[in-house]
Antibody
């Protein structure tokens, strides 16, 4: 079964960091770029960046440059998103997703991880 | 960056109606266009990929068309379970999403 399973909800204080994991199964982890997307309450979808699980290369949205770090562990088919210097407006559901299909295989999005930033 | 302009932002239709949503890209995206359905508290679910391909298991009342910069998503006969927000997404260069269309029953 092709799936992405994310870590659980987090509550953080302003200024702290959070690290969310995304474990892939049922497909070749290194065969698809992994994107991270967030959705603030009641808002649309916002792309944060991607990582190439094969090479480790990354590309970040300008808005998050310097605050977000994407990594992966190919031994565990897991991708990670770390966001630092958290602010209240970082409260959102964070998703991992490949965002595309290859040879008819379309891995579904992760279930999402709610990150709440509150003092 | 590629911008995606989706319209309308919301619509209200009756059960059985034909529903159409459009998405315009700021440049040619080579048909690298997906359509998603999102229900409250859930992750987006892929319905259409590469502009016109129906994802496995998705009802045939959903369809997509278009090329270049202009794309259309259609529900041929709206059902109560189709109440959701729909998003287009390009992946020709990075990922960009349309603003979403909230579909309600009249």
């Amino acid at each position: 079964q092709v799936q992405l399973v994310q870590s659980g909800a987090e509550v953080k204080k302003p200024g702290a960091s959070v690290k969310v994991s995304c474990k892939a199964s049922g497909y070749t982890f290194t065969g698809y770029y992994m994107h991270w997307v967030r959705q603030a309450p009641g808002q649309g979808l916002e792309w944060m960046g991607w990582i190439n699980p094969n090479s480790g290369d990354t590309n970040y949205a300008q808005k998050f440059q310097g605050r977000v770090t994407l990594t992966r562990d190919t031994s565990f088919s897991t991708a990670y998103m770390e966001l630092s210097r958290l602010r209240s407006d970082d409260t959102a559901v964070y998703y991992c997703a490949t965002g595309y299909c290859s040879n008819g295989v379309c891995p579904p999005w992760g279930q999402g991880t709610l990150v709440t930033v509150s003092s | 960056d590629i911008q995606m302009t989706q319209s309308p932002s919301s619509l209200s239709a009756s059960v059985g109606d034909r529903v159409t949503i459009t998405c315009q890209a700021s440049q040619d995206i080579n048909n690298y266009l997906n359509w998603y359905q999102q229900k409250p508290g859930k992750a987006p679910k892929l319905l259409i990929y590469d502009a016109s391909n129906l994802e496995t298991g998705v009802p045939s009342r959903f369809s997509g068309s278009g090329s270049g910069t202009d794309f259309t998503f259609t529900i041929s006969s709206l059902q109560p379970e189709d109440i959701a927000t729909y998003y287009c997404q390009q992946y020709d260069n990075l990922l960009t999403f349309g603003g979403g269309t909230k579909v309600e029953i009249k």
